[in-house]
């Protein structure tokens, strides 16, 4: 009669062993697949990246513009009001040495009761004078001490002022350096994403950009071949004067926070421009906006004034008439013309200045 045995069960340590080994496979496969190189990204992917870190670098540039700005206004500031302590200290040197001469003199003269002096004086008159001129005496002395009292106050505020100065001084130095950190973070992050391109990829980026600059050449007044509108009339008046000083660095390159004479960033561009024309704006575009008329419509818009562009206000440049601009775009390019429908943030408004 035939045997029926039944198969023998694999031992607890051999399922163990197995199930470690199969875990194992596919921990190894999961690390495989993790380790795998992502795939590279496309030429127009790179380009928009790209775009967003020049676009993030320029918003940090006018806030470090705007911080340097204000250290240097502070800076000023407090050179001033530490000149004025120091000669306010002389004035109050001076007034305490008038005040201690007196004092000597009513000393050297007085030491018995005036009543008493009085009695034992062999000429009354002469008394008498000399009583009248310690009355004198005593009233000088005491415009001597308000004097005192009041430059001990006036000595004390500037001091107060100083030292608040001094302090917010110390913190916009921080932001400084944070700011310029966070610009140079992003445009090593651009340049990174940019070579990793193949040469190939860059002149087709190049050739991208120079498309996107002259855009809009079919426009009265343009070079269909550059879309540089040629020498445009500046026109009269410091608008013009500004304008004309911009057209003069055209090809200048771009360098952020600043502002000439050789290289630009956009602010810089704009407030070197109109320096030139004997006007003194402020260094960031966020403040540019801030003065003048400002127009909302561009088909008012006149040769040289200001043009703002981006919800923010983060980037400006001259308005060159035919729907133009002039202005230092951003790293890697050079003052130029371009259409304002190509700057990459919508227009906000104008401002004649």
């Known amino acids: 009669m035939a045997s029926?045995?039944?198969?023998?069960?694999?031992?607890?340590?051999?399922?163990?062993?197995?199930?470690?080994?199969?875990a194992a496979a596919v921990a190894i496969s999961a690390q495989a697949a993790n380790a795998a190189p992502s795939a590279k990204p496309s030429k127009d992917e790179v380009k928009s990246k790209v775009d967003e870190l020049y676009d993030q670098a320029e918003q940090a540039t006018e806030k470090y513009n705007g911080a340097k700005e204000k250290q240097e206004k502070l800076q000023r500031e407090i050179s001033t009001i530490q000149d004025n302590v120091a000669r306010g200290q002389q004035d109050?040197?001076?007034?305490?040495?008038?005040?201690?001469?007196m004092a000597a003199g009513q000393y050297?003269?007085?030491?018995?009761?005036?009543?008493?002096q009085l009695f034992l004086s062999s000429e009354p008159d002469d008394y008498l004078d000399k009583a009248s001129t310690l009355d004198q005496v005593s009233g000088q002395q005491a415009d001597a001490l308000k004097k005192i009292q009041d430059k001990q106050r006036e000595l004390?505020?500037?001091?107060?002022?100083?030292?608040?100065?001094?302090?917010?001084l110390a913190a916009t130095r921080t932001e400084l350096g944070e700011k310029k950190k966070e610009?140079?973070?992003?445009?090593?992050q651009a340049q990174k994403l940019l070579n990793s391109l193949t040469a190939q990829e860059k002149a087709a980026l190049a050739a991208a950009d120079q498309t996107r600059a002259t855009r809009g050449s079919e426009r009265p007044g343009l070079n269909s071949d550059t879309g540089d509108p040629g020498k445009i009339s500046a026109g009269s008046g410091r608008a013009g004067a500004a304008f004309a000083a911009a057209q003069s660095k055209l090809g200048s390159p771009y360098q952020w926070s600043h502002a000439g004479p050789s290289t630009f960033d956009c602010s810089g561009l704009t407030s070197w421009a109109y320096a030139q024309a004997d006007v003194s704006i402020p260094r960031t575009s966020e403040a540019q906006a801030n003065i003048g008329t400002r127009i909302y419509s561009q088909s008012q818009l006149q040769v040289g004034d200001l043009v703002f562009f981006f919800n923010d206000i983060h980037h400006v440049g001259l308005y060159a008439g035919n729907g133009m601009v002039l202005h230092a775009p951003r790293s890697g390019t050079v003052v130029r013309y371009e259409s304002m429908s190509t700057i990459g943030g919508p227009f906000m408004f104008g401002v004649r200045v």
């Open 4 to 22: 029926h045995r039944r198969p023998k069960r694999p031992s607890r340590t051999r399922v163990t062993v197995l199930t470690t080994a199969a």
């Open 92 to 101: 109050l040197n001076k007034l305490r040495d008038g005040l201690g001469s």
């Open 108 to 116: 050297r003269t007085g030491g018995i009761d005036p009543s008493l």
């Open 156 to 168: 004390a505020q500037q001091r107060a002022e100083a030292t608040a100065k001094l302090k917010d």
């Open 183 to 188: 610009v140079q973070g992003k445009l090593a």
